[in-house]
């Protein structure tokens, strides 16, 4: 009797040890499972607890110095480190509500291979024909982190994983919105503690964290396999809630959006091209997991679309300004590098903006651009004579073209007006045409500016990221 309930609490304890069964193992990307934090706490047991924290400790192995101003200043004439607003009297008395979407691997290399009956779009395609698009554009990182990190913080180095993760970085846009009196909400329909990236956001002055938890617990249908992932539930949970934020605020919000859906291993969704709608040389561009990746793009797109379309359709079409972008390509599609330098690592901006923020505005979608313009383009329209941090960044929709900082950049490639310049090449190379990021064979030697400018610009975002995580708390 006794050997037997030795043996039971054996094996209850090696449960525990595991974690939850609900859809994965307890990790310390998902170990979050309840709104009350002290549960979450008592859920890791001691040796968990310990197995995270020396993993992170061996894996950080960032020391950053304090920036070298001299170099900083130097590098700051050719890249401004902060830059001010013009004066927007509309938006200072009437701030609207924002929101930005990052949408997992939402890339641009998979809206080329549209073909007849293959809408990759979906129900988005009407939205990016209403809207602003702009598609010669890069994320500036390849990875979910890195590119969170680049886009939310201007940090080129993802530090939610590192001794510096308690740190204040300053001039974020989490800061510049709460200063102008915003509620800043992190909205997920991943667990927060990938990455840790709730904890950061809190760090940096967050108001809110809404992850799967949360919305497991007020949309009861996001636990069936049908929505539930191995990365958290449907995005259409994501984007019901932040109708209901919004619906509901009394005061200007931005909501930060992170959707996961679109990433494998790829979650069930519906299925709109089975194996033999889909044309065969898609197989060759896509040669593992086609369905899957073909129907959950779709599905993400579908969703933000609807979330869009009830958006349009409500009181909030008028005060509310929606950024959406992808964080780095789709990875299961095969890449071709003699047309496809800049195509394969591209992400769609798409920006929605009620008629009475618009302005005065020049819209060109052919406009080169990168993450380093979303905020730029956001401060534009909805601030007045506010002071933002620049670093080469620009309104999209300025009503003159700056060639200066007609650029996009990403940690593999960058792109201006003239070409397309791999990070491993000393050429430049000719689009096909002025209506993709499709390249051409034909390369042209690139001048002295052109070849460093990598390597200059790169060097620049990491001091200035020092600068403001050291330098500054001297």
């Known amino acids: 009797m006794i050997l037997s309930l030795l043996l039971i609490f054996l094996a209850l304890y090696v449960l525990a040890l595991r974690g939850h069964f609900s859809y994965v193992a307890m990790r310390a990307g998902n170990y979050r499972f309840s709104k009350i934090e002290s549960f979450n706490s008592l859920a890791l047991n001691p040796l968990m607890s310990f197995s995270f924290a020396l993993r992170d400790y061996q894996k950080d192995s960032l020391d950053l110095k304090p920036a070298n101003m001299e170099r900083l200043e130097e590098l700051s004439k050719i890249f401004p480190l902060f830059s001010t607003t013009p004066k927007n009297d509309f938006a200072l008395k009437n701030p609207p509500h924002i929101m930005v979407n990052l949408m997992e691997s939402f890339g641009t290399q998979m809206l080329s291979l549209q073909e007849g009956n293959l ?8 939205h990016f024909e209403e809207d602003f698009v702009w598609t010669h554009f890069l994320p500036c990182q390849n990875g979910t982190a890195s590119s969170f990190f680049c886009l939310f913080f201007q940090s080129p180095i993802v530090l939610s994983k590192s001794k510096y993760k308690e740190h204040y970085l300053p001039f974020i846009p989490i800061e510049v919105y709460k200063q102008q009196g915003y509620r800043v909400i992190f909205l997920t329909a991943g667990n927060s503690t990938w990455s840790d990236l709730g904890f950061f956001m809190k760090a940096q002055g967050a108001d809110e964290i809404i992850d799967e938890v949360a919305l497991l617990q007020d949309y009861p249908n996001s636990s069936k396999i049908h929505f539930h992932s191995h990365y958290g539930v449907g995005d259409e949970f994501m984007y019901q809630k932040a109708l209901e934020l919004l619906s509901s605020a009394k005061e200007p919000l931005l909501i930060l959006t992170l959707s996961v859906s679109n990433h494998p291993p790829y979650p069930k969704v519906p299925i709109l091209f089975s194996k033999e709608q889909i044309p065969l040389e898609i197989f060759d561009k896509i040669p593992k997991n086609t369905s899957a990746i073909l129907n959950t793009y779709v599905y993400a797109n579908n969703e933000f679309a609807r979330f869009l379309s009830k958006v349009k359709q409500s009181e909030l079409k008028d005060k509310l300004i929606i950024a959406a972008t992808g964080d780095h390509r789709v990875r299961g599609v095969a890449m071709d590098f003699n047309t496809e330098k800049a195509l394969a690592y591209g992400v769609p901006f798409y920006l929605y903006v009620p008629k009475a923020y618009q302005g005065e505005i ?25 002071r933002f941090l620049h670093l080469g960044g620009r309104n999209l929709l300025e009503t003159q073209e700056n060639d200066k900082f007609a650029f996009g950049f990403n940690a593999e490639v960058w792109i201006d007006n003239e070409g397309i310049y791999p990070r491993s090449s000393n050429l430049g190379y000719k689009y096909k045409d002025n209506q993709s990021l499709l390249s051409t064979e034909e390369s042209f030697a690139l001048d002295e500016e052109h070849l460093e400018f990598h390597k200059i610009y790169q060097e620049f975002l990491e001091l200035q990221l020092r600068y403001r995580l050291l330098n500054l708390a001297q």
């Not at 990759?120 to 009407?126: K, N, P, R, S, V």
């Open 119 to 126: 809408n990759l779009l979906g129900e988005l395609a009407q």
């Open 362 to 386: 020049v819209y060109d979608k052919t406009r080169i651009g990168s993450h380093k313009d979303i905020f730029p383009t956001l401060y534009a329209l909805t601030l007045s004579e506010t």
